[in-house]
């Protein structure tokens, strides 16, 4: 069954710890993206990928970073200089228009 | 950069009645998409305009792009209480990238 498997669904940060969030995909998509999504907000771009080995920021990368190591493969660690992380993460891959969309992490601060 | 503003931020109507969601921008748009989230769901693609002026259905869903390309609406005629959930537009940018709008949560009362 092909889709997009986020992992966990629930996660917890304690103050200065990083946590990474997976995203694997078995769409065969080249570009990926990872989106935070906070109340009354629509989904913010964090970073994204249109192929393996190449990523680049979107609007809101400062205090997370990627890899893109695989192409099934996209995970985001949010770092410690991420002030506000707690929020709801979404992973998505394309093939070129549509956007495929993961359950979702939520993450909260302990 | 690009700012998509959608109105109204939430609408709860009778089943039955229509609804009408919109999408503005003060620069011209290069692609709409829109997206639909159901309650604790992620966002599912519903459709993309590219021509000035276009209009696109699906069953009860109407879809608009203004002609300036400055404007996009999303119309459901006679809703039903599957139709509950929240109703994104975003921004198609170059390198595929989506600028989302905050979203309009739809309720349905049965």
């Known amino acids: 069954d092909g889709g997009i498997t986020q992992s966990p669904k629930y996660l917890f940060r304690k103050e200065g710890q990083n946590v990474t969030l997976s995203c694997e995909q078995n769409?065969?998509?080249?570009?990926m993206y990872w989106y935070r999504q906070d109340p009354g907000q629509g989904l913010r771009l964090i970073y994204y990928?249109?192929?393996?080995?190449?990523?680049q920021k979107g609007d809101i990368a400062e205090g997370y970073s990627v890899s893109r190591e695989k192409k099934e493969s996209f995970p985001l660690t949010v770092t410690s200089a991420q002030k506000n992380p707690t929020a709801f993460y979404l992973c998505?891959?394309?093939?070129?228009?549509?956007?495929?969309f993961g359950d979702g992490t939520r993450l909260s601060i302990l | 950069g690009q700012q998509v503003m959608q109105i109204p931020q939430y609408q709860h109507v009778q089943e039955g009645e229509d609804f009408t969601t919109y999408c503005n921008s003060s620069?011209?748009?290069?692609?709409i998409q829109w997206y639909k989230q159901r309650p604790g769901g992620h966002p599912v693609f519903l459709i993309q305009?590219?021509?000035?002026?276009e209009v696109k259905k699906q069953k009860r869903l109407t879809f608009q792009f203004g002609e300036a390309k400055k404007n996009s609406s999303l119309h459901i005629t006679a809703t039903q209480t599957t139709d509950v959930g929240t109703y994104f537009c975003?921004?198609?940018?170059?390198?595929?990238?989506?600028?989302f709008g905050a979203g309009t949560i739809l309720r349905v009362k049965s």
């Open positions: 998505a891959s394309s093939p070129g228009v549509a956007q495929h």
């Open positions: 769409l065969n998509h080249d570009a």
């Open positions: 990928s249109q192929i393996v080995n190449d990523f």
């Open positions: 620069t011209t748009l290069s692609n």
């Open positions: 305009l590219v021509k000035s002026g």
């Open positions: 975003a921004d198609r940018e170059y390198g595929n990238k989506l600028v």
